[in-house]
């Protein structure tokens, strides 16, 4: 055998070779159903953006005062909720100013303005006498805080204290709607406020009794004993 003819058998088997790796990988990622550009490709991780912004300075004795009031006052769980919403309202300043600089009659200003204070007269952050760029600026931490689950169940009688409300939601007691919402931080809608209630399931709401007043029931009527085996066997 010639050389030249060694080289083109080595060049043909190598071909081959890479012909058959192409091919496995192919139907490998068929297998796994990915599309053809994404065989050979790893995906990247998607990074989450960060829902809350730490102060600069963390020993400011003013805002320090100020965030233990609040926390004390809306029934928060950490300082990291009040947070937040500090970022989402900085957004929405960002934007409002934004649009401010714009001229009055600009296209963009009407439409995205208009859009912006329409959510939030749509979530109670603002009312229809202030239904302008300029009062988005002047708008509180509290004024987000007032429109918290949480809050309206207590402010609407539903608990004791905004404690209890806390309680009351993370236990599945409270509903909106028709849906059981758990979630404290749940930003009620002016439209759905008259919807919160007692769960239809939960014994504030007529439901079924707790496994302790189910217990002392059975036991003033008399069935002790039966209803100690009862309950066990509902356990």
Known sequence: MTRRQSDIDQAAWTSRRAGNDE???RSKGDKM?????DVGMTAAPRKQSKTYKVPKRPYEAARLDAELKLAGEYGLRNKREIWRIQLTLSKIRRAARELLKLDDKDPKRLFEGNALIRRLVRIGVL???RMRLDYVLALKTEDF??????TQVFKLGLA???HHARVLIRQRHIRVGKQVVNVPSFVVRLDSQKHVDYSLKSPYGGGRPGRVKRKRAKAATGGGEDGE???EEDE
């Not at 159903?33 to 550009?37: A, I, L």
């Not at 805080?145 to 949480?150: F, M, N, P, T």
């Open 23 to 25: 091919v496995n990988k």
């Open 160 to 162: 004791k204290s905004v």
């Open 33 to 37: 159903g990915m599309s053809k550009k």
């Open 229 to 231: 085996q009862a309950e």
């Open 145 to 150: 805080l007032e429109r918290r689950l949480q």
């Open 127 to 129: 009312d229809d006498t």
